[in-house]
């Protein structure tokens, strides 16, 4: 008797049918990135001499990566955005913590109408211009508070955690309270160290949001010393002169061509999320699955 099952021949073909679409899926999410690297770093006279094609390049340089990183542009703006997507995944992660809590215990009075209201705001909001009259009255515009305030709860993700609260069990959280307890001292010291599947998760989703953000750059910031990476990475691709955008007097230095400039800001603007998320990926599927099992 052997110690495990026998795969037939069909179930052995729709395996390998299987993983080699899996293979070219990941592949073609991966390229993308991987051509912007190598175009970055590749010579712009071997990019054209291949038709705007590289996969391999000959050469190197690094001259667009020591342009970007000697104005004070790029690094002024991946310090903002650092600060706004650290910043506001805190806020985000507390506010919706905070929310979601209450909101999962079945004897909150007037649970059904907060429940309502907050699923109101999924299918109607109040709109652009009615926001940023908003954001203007609250004085927070052209303020880097405007990039965190506005959207501080996500509907979608206050759902996701709210239900995962209402999977743990109830006995502990009584036996908190037996102890001597209250709601706070339960929530922070039982229900959070038992919730880091979903607190990950959710704050992947706010963390890459705030960081791929540049929507509300564009419409509550002024001060060119407070816009986002991603805000400076749209001027690049819209300006045709990339080193004014950068601010960098290129008169003594050979140019370099605008696009090698852009792709290696965009793989700058990429690589934190890429580098950060593997670590996250077990912690992102857990909380999925389990926040998602209950409506």
């Known amino acids: 008797m052997t110690g495990g099952l026998h795969k037939s021949a069909a179930d052995r073909a729709v395996d390998a049918i299987l993983y080699t679409l899996l293979t070219l899926f990941a592949l073609s999410t991966l390229f993308p990135l991987y051509y912007v690297f190598v175009v970055s770093i590749t010579p712009y006279s071997e990019v054209l001499k ?12 690094f001259d667009a990566y020591r342009e970007i990183f ?44 907060f429940l309502m209201a907050v699923v109101f705001t999924m299918l109607f909001s109040g709109g652009i211009i ?22 501080l709860v996500s509907t979608f993700n206050l759902l996701i955690m709210k239900t995962y609260f209402e999977q743990l069990p109830e006995e502990v959280e009584e036996a908190a309270k037996v102890d001597g307890c209250g709601d706070v001292r339960t929530l922070l010291t039982i229900v959070l160290p038992l919730s880091m599947p979903i607190v990950a998760t959710l704050g992947l989703f706010y963390g890459v949001g705030h960081w791929n953000e540049y929507f509300k750059g ?15 990475l749209r001027n690049m691709i819209q300006t045709p002169n990339v080193s ?4 960098v007097n290129t008169s003594d230095l050979p140019p370099l061509p605008p696009e090698t400039i852009k792709m290696a800001t965009v793989t700058v603007a990429i690589m934190p999320i890429v580098i950060v998320y593997p670590f996250l990926q077990k912690y992102f599927i857990k909380g999925m699955l389990i926040g998602a099992v209950k409506g």
């Open 130 to 151: 009615p926001t940023y009259l908003v954001v203007r009255g609250l004085g927070l515009y052209n303020s880097i508070w405007a990039m965190m305030i506005p959207g």
């Open 50 to 61: 291949n038709g705007g094609f590289v996969i391999w390049p000959s050469r190197l340089t």
């Open 218 to 232: 564009i419409m509550y910031l002024t001060d060119k010393h407070l816009e986002p990476l991603q805000v400076v």
């Open 70 to 113: 000697g104005s004070p542009r790029i690094p002024d703006a991946i310090k903002i955005t650092t600060i706004i997507a650290v910043g506001g995944t805190l806020l985000n992660l507390i506010v919706t913590m905070l929310l979601a809590y209450p909101l999962s215990k079945k004897t909150l009075e007037g649970r059904s109408f």
């Open 244 to 247: 004014q955008e950068l601010m």
